[in-house]
């Protein structure tokens, strides 16, 4: 029951935080298989299920632009940051900042005034 | 075809048609480099078990298509009974099943005023409010049932890639089958006709004690009109055997028509009277009851025939649009 409840929570606290990661590492352009694995390799895994479609709700959001290049005789759908989508960016990474230091200051003050009692 | 090829084909078969080209054609370019950069790192082409446990990675089609619906939403009752992959799919069959009870009743209205029984108002909605309130209650559990099997269903490589992962495909009806209905419905429409008319050859030697209740004839021309309807889907059938849509499309309308016959049936109490009211009968309270029992068990059973061929006619539609 603990275990569904962590991973319920753990499942809505990613969900924003993948749409921030996949934005963050689409400065470069990068096609969909490739955007994976260089998440996978900075420690954040996606299904692939779950990755493919949100690059083409970004896209449709203005937030990605996409285009059709062949790279290693092969023909990839490479997508990138767009304007629209670096402005969106540093909003997300200016409000990620704030949590992140509100969430510090609130655990510090918790967990001194517990020792304190 | 290489397993990639069967697998897209078959994620294709489940996406709005749209949008197919664009999702699989992307869809197919990154599962390649995924398989190219596998083959890379065994420095060897991959094995066809090896590429299907990459494609089997992904999911089975249907689940991988529901990821690019666009969000319908989901059916929520305390718990999520439909998910967003499902959804599209119940929507579109509840939709249709509601369409056709509006157009059967109205026929069955418009068949009952020119048989010199109009009915009421009031009857007819309590009527089409049974019907879609029993429609949406087995149409749900049949899809909530869907959604707890759907997570653990796996592609089958080694099928064909159509649509046939989940349900049996829909396959065309031959000629002779379509001669077979043809005669068989010919006969029961004769036959129809005949007790009708007669109804003592039906009912024997009881004749002389019992006939037919009044509710037999309210449903007759319907019933007639069911029958020549299904006569002539089998004719079409005769001569385009290939146009499976239009048979489950009828077969769905004509089943739902039967229901409401059998429904507006429940509304009696004697479907069997006695031929002389002064005459008195101890059986004939048991024969009614009976009649009724009968009655529900062919109300349930259509209920279960109206899911089969409501699913049997989406897999037709979709087997149509994968095609084209």
Redesign the interface.
């Known amino acids: 029951m603990d275990g569904d409840i962590f991973e319920n929570l753990r499942m809505e606290l990613r969900r924003g935080s993948l749409i921030v990661a996949v934005l963050a590492a689409l400065r470069v352009e990068r096609y969909g298989y490739a955007l994976r694995k260089t998440l996978a390799d900075g420690g954040l895994d996606i299904e692939e299920n779950t990755l493919y479609p949100l690059l083409r709700r970004l896209e449709s959001q203005g937030l990605l632009t996409s285009l059709w290049r062949e790279e290693n005789k092969r023909n990839k759908r490479f997508y990138c940051l767009s304007v629209e989508g670096e402005v969106i960016l540093q909003q997300l990474l200016g409000e990620w900042r704030t949590i992140d230091a509100a969430l510090a200051r609130i655990s510090t003050t918790t967990t001194a005034s517990t020792e304190h009692d | 075809m290489d397993l990639l090829d069967r697998y897209i084909k078959a994620v294709k078969s489940y996406l709005p048609k749209a949008q197919q080209d664009d999702?699989i054609?992307?869809?197919a370019?990154?599962?390649?480099?995924?398989m190219?950069?596998r083959a890379t790192e065994l420095g060897r082409p991959l094995t066809d078990a090896e590429q299907e446990a990459i494609l089997q990675?992904?999911?089975h089609p249907m689940?991988?298509a529901g990821?690019?619906q666009t969000a319908w939403g989901t059916l929520v009752f305390g718990r999520q009974l439909i998910g967003a992959t499902l959804f599209p799919f119940y929507v579109k069959v509840l939709w249709f099943t509601l369409e056709l009870s509006l157009i059967t009743h109205v026929i069955v209205i418009v068949a009952l005023f020119f048989g010199g029984n109009p009915t009421t108002f009031g009857g007819v909605m309590t009527e089409i409010v049974f019907q879609i309130t029993i429609q949406f209650v087995v149409i749900t559990g049949i899809f909530a049932a869907m959604e707890q099997y759907l997570p653990t269903m796996t592609w089958n490589a080694q099928r064909p890639p159509t649509l046939t992962q989940a349900f049996p495909k829909v396959r065309q009806s031959t000629r002779l089958e379509s001669v077979a209905q043809i005669i068989v419905l010919a006969i029961l429409a004769v036959w129809l006709r005949f007790i009708f008319d007669r109804p003592e050859v039906l009912l024997g030697p009881a004749a002389a004690t019992y006939r037919l209740g009044p509710i037999w004839y309210d449903v007759a021309l319907p019933t007639v009109l069911i029958v020549v309807v299904s006569i002539m889907q089998g004719a079409i059938n005769l001569i385009r055997p290939d146009w499976v849509q239009l048979r489950q499309t009828v077969r769905v309308a004509t089943d739902i028509g039967s229901l409401g016959i059998m429904v507006y049936l429940l509304r009696a109490t004697g479907w069997i009277v006695l031929a002389h009211p002064t005459d008195t009968s101890t059986a004939l309270g048991p024969i009614n009851h009976y009649i009724a029992y009968g009655l529900w068990i062919a109300v349930l059973s259509t209920l279960v025939i109206i899911a089969v061929d409501s699913w049997r006619w989406l897999r037709s539609w979709q087997g149509s649009s994968a095609q084209s």
Do not use: F, K, M, T
């Open positions: 999702i054609r992307e869809l370019a990154n599962i390649q480099a995924q190219d950069d990675s992904h999911g689940l991988v990821r690019y």
